[in-house]
């Protein structure tokens, strides 16, 4: 080592470290086209050092305190997680990063008999001869509703990449009610609830949920223009929160990737990656500039209303113009093109209502964008669009996701650096207006590893508190002990209610999750025991019970009541087609049964008070016994009743 090295100490040790990542970052990727650029120069100041980390048996009173809980206590905070290849929406409780439960969604679960009741497989989705018409599904985001800028435990939404859909949880009984397949797109990724109405200001509560499409296809994708990359197209797609149903989509030049929501409801919003339309990956970063879309929602409904769309297909959803030529008015514009650095990956809105802030993963920028004054450039009163960027200032190498602590603060994953970054985005509004001491970079902490997703305890409303932090490490070798090749991903958990970020926990999980939200257990009030009466099948009482015949069609009707199903046992002939009916009457929380048929391919459960069927063909003579199979009573193994199929 030189000697003018040796007397590098504290902060110019790191930035000297800094400066020869950034470069030898730069080295690296420009072998393939994708050098990180800037149009500042590399002088952004750093802090000193990054954070320590602890062992994970923090005391209460110290940093992190609080996580592993004593039996019998509750977690403070509820987390929805995406289930990723597993199609359904996970639920923990946080600090202790226990899962509570998945909630499936799109794909079949053989635990509560998710895609094998009739009422599961209406929501999901079915082809003509009754099969489910999707099996696979890659959730990647999800969100919930809003009310006064806070969640309000109505609805969660999680997204489907791989097949466009939509589902809506409700959040009083965690389960998935509604799936929507968006028309006429693909790689269905963004995802974002609005947080009012902005058309009324007296509906303060999420009315839409907004889905941005990351792949182009011709449109209508019907077999015309297959090789013809440069007329695909992308839509931004508008969901009815309540019904469910697409209220208008939005075409437009390059892709969606991730989108925000404001507060005051006027604004959704989108980044962009591949401005340049490209087919082939070089050609999806060969600009130096993406784009952040801003769409004005009340001018697009008002378009909607005066009939000036279009509809692609078969679907008969309106399609507005959203693309820059169309578009360069100020005053009439729909939507605004905000130029960011390089293939972003990430918007996300400040609790305080005033930015959103795109990170550039391609570059080692986030842009910092005044929403007042995109309303003013929509208003004809700012003569470049690219003027509502208050700041663009260096945080690191990957930069990704955003989190918030209402602070002030902003914290970013570094996928490249394998790092979170805590920086002050006021202070890096005063860097980029000239301030060069301004020191905007509050903290470092070194992450195990390459971070993605990074969310904060209820960091995107008006309340957020600023105490605990989760990412998304996409790789976790040396984390946990081996287990063959596929290798868990390594979720962390972060306090952040200091100036100092403490990581004080590791959770291996199977992948691949995404995004997840973090809110407050008190915002949700989970009912524990249905009501019978929303079942217009339920079978409210034993004595309702028998096989009802109408010709080769047979109805069986039963109840669960532990320790007994209301039918010992029931027959049926070859060939019928059978739909059994079954009612649990048991009217205490947590005594949920369980009914399944060897050979036939049912399995199913039915919780207090719910009533759940299935359909299928008695095509196999014999005798099958039905059993509870969801632990309920000490009698449980006596649990059962007879299917006799008479030849």
Known sequence: MSEGAKKLSGQEAVMARRKFLNTAAAAGLAGVGMAACSDKPATAPVAAKASSVPGADSHAGEPGGGVHLKPGELDTYYGLWSGGHTGDMRVLGLPSGREITRIPCFVPDALVGWGITNESKKIMGTKPDGSLKYTVADTHHTHASYKDGNYDGR???????????????????????????????QGFHGIFPDKRDPVDPAINYTTRVFCGAEFHIPLPNAGGDLEKADKYRTLFSCVDAESMEVRWQVLIDGNCDLAATSYDGKLAATNQYNVEGGAKYEDMMSAERDACLFFNIARIEEAVKAGKFKTYGDSKVPVVDGTRASNADPKTALTAYVSVPKNPHGVNASPDGKYFICAGKLSPTCTVIDLAKVLQWFDGKLDNVDKTIAAEVEVGLGPLHTAFDGRGNAYTTLFLDSQLVKWNVEAAIKFHAGDKNSKYVVDRLDLQYQPGHVNASQSETVAADGKWLCVGCKFSKDRFLPAGPLHPENEQLIDISGEKMV?????????????????????????????????????????????????????????????????????????????????????????????????????????????????????????????????????????????????
């Open 155 to 185: 609805y969660a939404w999680i997204n489907d990449k791989i097949n466009s859909r939509i589902a809506r949880i409700r959040l009083d009984y965690f389960v998935c009610d509604k799936i929507t397949e968006l028309p006429n797109v």
């Open 503 to 647: 990581l004080v926990a590791d959770h291996p999980v199977r992948g691949e999750p995404h995004d997840f939200i973090i809110f407050k257990r008190e915002l949700v009030r989970p009912k524990q025991v249905y009501a019978i009466d929303d079942f217009p099948n339920a079978v409210k009482d034993p004595k309702e019970s028998g096989v009802v015949r109408n010709g080769r069609k047979v109805t069986v009707k039963m109840t669960s009541q532990a320790p007994a199903f209301s039918l010992r046992e029931f027959k049926v002939k070859k060939g019928d087609e059978v739909t059994l009916i079954l009612t649990n009457l048991d009217k205490v929380q947590d005594l949920t049964h369980g009914f399944a048929i060897p050979k036939y391919n049912v399995n199913f459960i039915v919780n207090p008070q719910e009533t759940a069927s299935v359909t299928f063909i008695a095509d196999k003579p014999g005798v099958y016994w039905a059993y509870c199979t969801h632990f309920c009573h000490a009698l449980h193994l006596e649990m059962r009743s007879r299917m006799i199929v008479e030849a």
